[in-house]
T-cell receptor, first 112, second 115 residues
Framework: EDQVTQSPEALRLQEGESSSLNCSYTVSGLRGLFWYRQDPGKGPEFLFTLYSAGEEKEKERLKATLTKKESFLHITAPKPEDSATYLC?????????????FGQGTTLQVKP | EPEVTQTPSHQVTQMGQEVILRCVPISNHLYFYWYRQILGQKVEFLVSFYNNEISEKSEIFDDQFSVERPDGSNFTLKIRSTKLEDSAMYFCASIGGSGALHGYTFGSGTRLTVV
């Protein structure tokens, strides 16, 4: 059964304190791994898609990396506005239009 | 940037009443989805819709739920007889014909409260 597990569940950082979020996945044939940001009471906002082991993508203070079993979201010198829940998801099934299986998310709080 | 629009943003309903949640997906997208998120829990898949029919549904999506694309722009989720446990955020999502190369785009959600 496809599964996505994120850790830690919650992370509190001081502004400027870099860290990483982990997403471990078990799928039969990876068809992409997605990172989303979710603010309270809002929908998931797309950040990155990663397709193959070794791939990296960057956006401002965020960098996502992918191995055969997990993905990391590295946050460099975070700011308070980076506070949010970060979700990892993988598509289920043999196509890249299948339902997404989400992890439970990591709630990041960045204190000034 | 194109958006997925959901209305209403918040709906309060009595248990047993019917509700319709509305979504306007991105105009050139072909695949449409409904997800829900119970407070404090994971985002979970309900149903996918392509070419005017359901392509996949979860075990949550029982006979009380239905989806429809009544015209070229709207995509609706109907819950016939709401239960307390249907209280959740409901998200609509869509992707284009090339699949999820650019990610699934989600709407801001409808918060459904069943009392």
């Amino acid at each position: 059964e496809d599964q996505v597990t994120q850790s830690p569940e919650a992370l509190r950082l001081q502004e400027g304190e870099s860290s990483s979020l982990n997403c471990s996945y078990t799928v039969s044939g990876l068809r992409g791994l997605f990172w989303y940001r979710q603010d309270p009471g809002k929908g998931p906002e797309f950040l990155f898609t990663l397709y193959s082991a070794g791939e990296e993508k960057e956006k401002e203070r965020l960098k996502a990396t992918l191995t055969k079993k997990e993905s990391f979201l590295h946050i460099t010198a975070p700011k308070p506005e980076d506070s949010a829940t970060y979700l990892c998801a993988v598509p289920h099934g043999s196509s890249n239009t299948g339902k997404l299986i989400f992890g439970q998310g990591t709630t990041l709080q960045v204190k000034p | 940037e194109p958006e997925v629009t959901q209305t209403p943003s918040h709906q309060v309903t009595q248990m047993g009443q019917e509700v319709i949640l509305r979504c306007v997906p991105i105009s050139n997208h072909l695949y449409f989805y409904w997800y829900r998120q119970i407070l404090g829990q994971k985002v979970e898949f309900l149903v996918s819709f392509y070419n005017n029919e359901i392509s996949e549904k979860s075990e949550i999506f029982d006979d009380q739920f239905s989806v429809e694309r009544p015209d070229g722009s709207n995509f609706t989720l109907k819950i016939r007889s709401t239960k307390l446990e249907d209280s959740a955020m409901y998200f609509c999502a869509s992707i284009g014909g090339s699949g999820a190369l650019h990610g699934y785009t989600f709407g801001s959600g409808t918060r459904l409260t069943v009392v």
